[in-house]
């Protein structure tokens, strides 16, 4: 029924790699010539970080799954889907990162799929949280009901103008428990688009196990690279 959609729909708005912008098949999710480029690089099962910091840094989630890092072509494609509607980014790495979910073991006996929270202003401005929209993409791919509304958002910090410590200090304060949310027992896969420091979910994650969540596991498009890489090389 959706594939009939995307088909009857293509015919009005014209299907678009997220990567160079390029018309493409109705059913396909980038063009040929960019999914031949796209970056790949490993990510630490525990932490999520290309170069993992598990050893020094406390995340409050209990594994983080990453698809791809945030460079480059991926780049351009994670930036799409987060302002311009871009789906088929996360539609084309949805897949990758419900097998690397299996791979580490994150689906516990009860499990539910979650994303970070928007606030309203934004969720305004882009009209979707793409967070939410990837939560539903997994949940569905794995058969796992999904449940959105168990974190409460305050108010816009703009994370990116941040360092590491202000960060991981906005992020606890603008992620709060809501009343009424009751996870005793459940895992919960909490979804995002980028992640760069881990603190967003894991305030986030903090949030849930307050709830009472069991375990927390992340699943992410993309993540940073670290520089601290480079110096390494
Ligand atoms: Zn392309
Ligand atoms: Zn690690």
Redesign the pocket.
């Known amino acids: 029924m959706s594939r009939a959609l995307d088909f009857i729909s293509d015919l009005i708005y014209p299907n678009w790699c997220p990567f160079c912008q390029e018309v493409i098949p109705w059913d396909a999710f980038c063009c040929k010539s960019c999914r031949d480029k796209l970056e790949t690089a490993d990510f630490?099962k525990?932490?999520g970080?290309s170069v993992?910091?598990?050893k020094t840094v406390s995340h409050s989630y209990d594994g983080c799954a990453v698809a791809a890092p945030y460079v480059g072509k991926v780049r351009e494609g994670v930036l799409a889907f987060k302002y311009h509607c871009g789906f088929n980014f996360a539609k084309l790495y949805a897949p990758k990162l419900c097998s690397l979910i299996r791979e580490y073991g994150f689906i516990g006996g009860d499990t539910v799929v979650t994303a970070v929270p928007m606030s309203y202003s934004r969720k305004n401005t882009t009209g979707y949280n793409q967070a939410e929209y990837l939560a539903k993409l997994i949940s569905k791919n794995l058969d796992l009901p999904h449940s959105f509304g168990l974190i409460k958002k305050r108010g816009g910090t703009v994370q990116h103008e941040l360092d590491a410590d202000e960060r991981a200090e906005a992020a606890k304060r603008s992620y709060v428990q809501k009343r009424g949310v009751g996870l005793s027992g459940k895992t919960v896969i909490l979804c995002d688009d980028i992640i760069t420091t881990g603190s967003t979910l894991s305030a986030c994650s903090e949030v849930l196990k307050n709830s009472g969540a069991e375990r927390v596991y992340c699943a992410v498009l993309c993540g940073t690279v670290s520089a601290k890489k480079e110096d390494n090389q």
């Open positions: 630490c525990t932490c970080m993992c910091d598990c």
